[in-house]
């Protein structure tokens, strides 16, 4: 693969791994998951965004546009995503950052240098690049190149994977990959629900452990989805099973709604609280086998 589709590239991030770390999120995901912070990454193609609440309605986005996408009707901004070519250029004139465009093409090369303008803060943190999504390994091939060269340059990385792929994929950026952190959303039913082969993810955990691969996985907890008891326990079951030794809990957070809303999609679970410090104490303490923390 020459070039892989980029939503983004977060600088200084705190929250993808340990020390201060750069993390690409790739375009797309296979999986359908109803609480998800980052829904313009779902789509294998690019997204436009338009947070309306930011618009200046100062016309520059209608000016630069040769597709006829922006308009003012009524004294309304008007949005015409389907008129879209995905250039960014109304992303790069909005002043008020009210235009976002998830997906652009770039080369290893040109995600390398990004990447390397953090290299100081990386080394001195003891920290480095996470490469997440999406699903990253969708696009497994460029994601190993850019890794080896991470890898090469002595910078960190880590994959965030939902793990919903063959396990040739995992192959090609095995090599490159420092520390895996693998998602798991529930059990068999619940990944019914989001179009997911839990089987397949299951083996995949497996066989990465039993690889000698260094893997946190990481379950995020949806009230009334997957915080069930006997979800938990079932999960814990095959945690055991394959081998697993460090798990992170992941509560429920709505931070990513204003996205949906800038997608002009619906949200479903706008009425879910986030699961307080107790309960995910007591979900925590469900885990025998493996060390266990949450974040907050």
Known sequence: MDKGLISNIQ???????PGIRTTVFMQGCNLLCPWCHNPETISQKPRLMFHKN???KC????IVCTRGVHSIKDGEHVVEVDKCDF???CEKTCTTKALKLSGRYMTVDEVFDTLYKDYEYMQESGGGVTISGGEPLLQASFVSALAEKLSKNNIHVIIDTA???PFSLFEKVIPFTNTFYFDIKGNNEVYDM???DYELVCSNLHKLVQSGCDVVVRIPIIPGINDRVDVIKEVEKMLGVTGVEKVSLLPYHNLGISKYFALCEDYSLSDLKEPSEEIMKDIANLFINCH???ER
Do not use: I, T, W
């Open 59 to 62: 016309r520059l986005c209608e």
């Open 163 to 165: 793990g919903n792929v």
């Open 11 to 17: 600088h200084f991030s705190l929250g993808d791994g």
């Open 292 to 294: 266990v923390d949450f």
């Open 194 to 196: 989001l179009k997911g």
């Open 54 to 56: 930011l618009c200046a």
């Open 87 to 89: 250039c960014g250029m």
